[in-house]
């Protein structure tokens, strides 16, 4: 888990694979991102800040596999691969001890680490809070920061964006926070330039990291924020972190609809209790109604995530997470309303929900996620799980992996596949497994062997092989 592996050109043979490739999926590639070097010099950054580390799974023709991994160039991972050891701040990391060690350091590195997306002949490697960096699509060497001809230069891009795939759209959105946080939804068509870009200003701080999309809405949760101030003073002095700064405020939840198609004001829409929302489903229009599926935290911290506990402590992704468990729900809000209704999903604990790539902000039949078997934690993950979004009352498809397997985010593939990368840490190995997406709980149809590595947080489909 902390290791700093390098670049891998890997291929697996058609003979070493348990199962056999679908054909439908010869010819494509399964991408991911996460931070794939966390242990500097001996000190340990936290997940959030560790160098992106891009996965290509490219499947052949002749059903092998090859592997192509590559750390993301950006100027970070320069300057800490020539001094070997951390040289830059990060969102939850200092690079010493000692507050003095922090001191003018500058602003949280830009580790590209968190998504990968293939727009516009580039594969766009994504950061919480700075811009995409743009990789060869075929190399995955690092062409550099993409502002799409300056349309995020100095903008603090979150790491998710949306394809709306009708209208060859990549969405993404900034955040400027300060006594009111300005959001800026930003359109690029399918050769990258600026179509259409829609602001708003919320009272307050707020916190994002994903959203979603209808036809007709920007759809974000509220998740107000407290800055603290004692621990924010003392980040400026170089003894803590941005991460540690900034606490939930309790209240009911509520969500923004922003008006996508046509100008107009945000709505904001009282949801039914308390919800922070990390990460969205999908969201659809059905007439004037909306719909929003998404996994909601009644309660949230920052910075205990993925077993973290400070620069000197193992990491150790397998602890039970302190947080109270994501629920799957189902937010609907009528026409004109400012309250909304909701339903859960599930019995489970779901995190990573992901619908069809090509049905964001559309009606879907399924949404998958990662989860666990004990219902009662959302994290770690040992499970994949497929939800009947037309049929919520049919018990959900589960797959559990083996014990002490922790299981990633579940990435679709067309003609209704599932993948997923499972990683025993105390066998060194990890596996790409491949589910039929209506069949989750028979398990993989496909595993393919590779050596541990490193957790990732997103990825994504890509038909190019
Ligand atoms: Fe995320």
Redesign the pocket.
Same mark, same amino acid.
């Given at each position: 888990m902390t290791a700093h592996p390098g670049a891998l050109e890997l291929h697996v043979e058609a003979s070493r694979i348990e199962g056999v490739i679908p054909p439908a999926l010869r010819g494509g590639r399964v991408l991911s991102n996460g931070p794939g070097w966390l242990d500097i010099g001996g000190r340990l950054a936290h997940p959030f800040d560790g160098h992106g580390y891009v996965r290509s799974f490219e499947f052949q023709a002749d059903g092998s596999l090859k592997l192509r991994a590559r750390f993301v160039d950006t100027p970070v991972y320069r300057d800490e691969l020539a001094a070997g050891r951390l040289v830059h701040r990060g969102l939850g990391t200092n690079v010493g001890s000692h507050f003095w060690q922090n001191l003018g350091v500058g602003a949280p590195r830009n580790v590209a680490n #968190? #998504?990968i997306v293939p727009w516009a002949g580039r594969l766009l490697a994504g950061w919480?809070g700075g811009a995409p960096y743009a990789l060869d699509p075929e190399t995955l060497a690092t062409r550099g920061e993409e502002t799409f001809g300056g349309a995020l230069a100095k903008q603090a891009t979150l790491?998710?964006f949306k394809i709306d795939s009708a209208q060859q759209r990549l969405v993404s959105c900034s955040i400027a926070m300060g006594p009111q946080t300005k959001i800026t939804f930003r359109e690029f068509d399918a050769q990258g330039a600026l179509a259409t870009t829609k602001e708003v200003a919320l009272p307050g701080q707020h916190f994002a !990291?994903?959203f979603v999309i209808t036809p007709r809405w920007y759809v974000l949760a509220s998740n107000p924020l407290r800055m603290k101030f004692g621990e924010l003073a003392l980040t400026l002095l170089g003894a803590s972190t941005l991460l540690n700064s900034i606490a939930t405020k309790e209240g009911p939840g509520e969500l923004y609809l922003i008006p996508r198609d046509r100008p107009g004001p945000l709505r904001t829409v009282t949801l039914p209790g308390p919800a922070f929302v990390? !990460?969205y489903g999908n969201a659809f229009d059905e007439g004037q109604t909306v719909h929003v599926d998404a996994s909601l935290f009644e309660h949230f911290e920052f910075g205990v995530e993925f077993g973290y506990r400070g620069p000197d402590a193992p990491l150790d992704p397998s602890l039970p997470d302190t947080r109270a468990p994501q629920r799957l729900y189902r937010i609907s809000v009528g026409p004109n309303a400012s309250e909304a209704s909701w339903k859960q999903l599930a019995r489970h604990a779901i995190d990573?929900p992901r619908v069809h790539p090509e049905h964001d902000g559309l009606d879907t039949p399924a949404l998958f996620g990662t989860t666990r078997a004990d219902t009662a934690h959302s994290d770690p993950f040992d499970s994949l799980i497929r939800v009947d979004l037309k049929d919520p009352e049919r018990p959900s498809e589960v797959w559990t992996a083996k014990e002490n397997v922790l299981v990633g985010e579940p990435l679709l593939a067309p003609e209704e596949f599932v993948l997923a990368v499972t990683s025993a840490g105390l066998e060194g190995r990890s596996n790409l497994c491949v589910f039929k997406a209506a069949e989750l709980s028979k398990g993989p149809v496909a595993s393919v062997p590779l050596p541990l590595l490193p957790y990732a947080? !997103?990825g994504t489909w890509s038909a190019r092989g």
């Open positions: #968190t #998504t919480e790491a998710h !990291h994903d990390v !990460h990573f947080f !997103h």
